[in-house]
């Protein structure tokens, strides 16, 4: 929870005229979004999200987000869609920062994921990955396999602060995953952060995703792993079938898995949860105390890959039979 | 900017339910509200501003603030008006908390006020102090002459750490405000903390007052000399007195001050800036260093106060001439 930029009434009536939105009605600082400033903004012509984008985001790679939610939008998947201005730009700067206008997105997220919710994200996962399809843009995963040994190497030296077996865990890990990681696997746009809070449902029919500050060109069924991690565990960290076959039958109903896929998951998912618990306990041993969002413990991560170690197939995870 | 209680989808729904508001279509946390969590909520029926009183707030007060928006709102005052469930009721329980659902007002505070500003907001309070009358509650000023000595000595052992000159500063003015405070006031009901974040406008036109939870019984005069102090100082800390002028010929254009409301002015004005000086050392002094909350300086409330010693009449707020 955060407004880490103050914007002021005459800044921001003036940013908003040139989208051609009509009359500014109020601005409202929002407490979400851990990375950048939010606000809810009414005009007399509907309600927006505005993002002012803080230090943590990289300029250079706003052309793709915002872009990419146009590019999804126009393929019909349900996402915040950039609003342009009357040049067609939809990056402005407002208050010295990268600034982007955004429709608003009606629903909330669910707090207690039932297997039909996890049928129903799993669905708009494989849509969402038909509908990046002929995007031109492309952003390497900087927090996929290549990346994950330096930022390791970051924190190695206090790793023992959060865990004593964690340096042996983590080094005995990336050791697996760059011997056997998958290659070839189909390629294509993955949103690569389909946690439930970016997920908007209302009255349990999925209303969109948001939040595309993750996506990148990766391996489509690397997304799947992903959200394995992020739907299908129970608060005991106990992987729940039900959820985990819900989810890939939904994917699957939109977009089918190839052979390779479907032999990959374990490792991928091996691979989500390493890359989870590597920013986590990056995080965790480098937040200021008096930070305003306080760090998500790393340890889940340990409890969820230690899961993943002992996966034999696709099988484990709900999914059985071939396609 | 807080959000001191977080609050579920599933506990949100159940609790909008009993207000007959429609299908619930999305709630964000709000980075407003020192004292209170405020969540805008949307419904099919409209948007509402959902606040959910913290530890702070004196429960047994607030059947008096929300009966107070009711009645303002009932005799033609723009402000935030409480919703009411299907048994009548405006204040219900959620997460734990008292809770409210209050209508939510378009517009936005003005950063840089000008004398035309003022002229509405002096003429908006003078509505809102004919509107309180017959207002069947009360509450004292906790906040009043007989609470300002007990609150210095809660922090005057410290006040040094503030300025070296503070402690006689505020014990030479308790003396004579004691001394001097006005009696037989004309009395009503009082806003109390009119500041400019507290009073919306759309296109340079008032469009509503918000945040009641000072508002109580007292002198009307007083009032008017806490937005003295707030509107009508640049931010070198000088008078404006085309502010000053602008704000009292905008209050009278409403409701005309007595003799005895104008002899007072001066006092009521050293007091009101007693007041602010009085909270803002405390709270500088007990805000925990990591606290969402940043503390404001109290000094500028000194400089207020030497300013207000100065005055010898309200002609040098900007008001001549008889009533």
Same mark, same amino acid.
């Given at each position: ?11 921001? =009536? ?20 851990? /990375? ?5 903004? *009414? ?8 993002? $002012? ?6 300029? =250079? &790679? ?9 590019? $999804? ?6 996402? @915040? ?45 494989? /849509?969402? *990955? ?7 843009? #492309? ?27 964690? +340096?042996?865990?983590? /080094?005995?890990?990336?050791? *697996?995953?760059?011997? +056997? ?9 993955? *949103? ?41 565990? /129970? ?13 890939? #039958? ?30 986590? =306990?990056? &995080? ?10 306080? @760090? ?8 969820? $890959? ?5 996966? #034999?197939?696709? =099988? ?8």
């Amino acid at each position: 929870m955060a407004v880490y930029t103050e914007v002021s009434d005459d800044e921001l =009536a003036s940013f908003i005229a040139s989208y051609g939105l009509g009359q500014l009605l109020s601005f409202k600082g929002i407490a979400e979004g851990v /990375e950048n400033t939010n606000y809810i903004v *009414h005009t007399s012509k509907g309600t927006f999200i505005l993002t $002012l984008y803080e230090k943590r985001v990289e300029v =250079a &790679d706003l052309p793709f987000y915002l872009g990419l939610m146009d590019h $999804l939008a126009a393929h019909g998947l349900s996402c @915040p869609t950039p609003v342009h201005d009357a040049a067609g730009r939809a990056l402005g700067t407002l208050a010295g920062r990268p600034a982007a206008l955004v429709t608003f997105l009606e629903g909330f997220w669910v707090r207690h994921p039932t297997a039909a919710h996890c049928a129903a994200v799993g669905r708009a996962m494989a /849509e969402m *990955h038909l509908g990046g399809d002929g995007f031109a843009l #492309r952003r390497e995963n900087a927090l996929g396999l290549s990346g994950w040994r330096p930022l390791y190497e970051r924190f190695s030296a206090r790793a023992s602060e959060i865990d004593p077996d964690l +340096s042996a865990l983590i /080094e005995g890990e990336l050791n *697996h995953l760059e011997a +056997s990681w998958p290659q070839n696997l189909p390629q294509g746009i993955i *949103h690569a952060d389909l946690f439930p809070d970016n997920v908007f449902f209302l009255d349990d029919k999925l209303s969109g995703l948001i939040d595309f500050y993750f996506a990148c060109n990766d391996a489509l069924a690397y997304d799947i792993a992903v959200s394995l991690n992020a739907w299908c565990f /129970e608060k005991d960290l106990s992987f729940n079938i039900t959820k985990g076959r819900a989810f890939l #039958r939904g994917y699957e109903a939109v977009r089918k898995l190839t052979p390779a896929e479907r032999d990959a998951m374990p490792t991928l998912a091996r691979g989500a949860a390493m890359r989870f618990l590597l920013t986590r =306990a990056y &995080d965790w041993l480098h937040t200021p105390k008096d930070a305003l969002v306080s @760090p998500k413990n790393p340890i889940e991560y340990v409890r969820r $890959l230690r899961f993943h170690q002992g996966v #034999r197939s696709i =099988a484990d995870y709900g999914l059985n039979g071939a396609s």
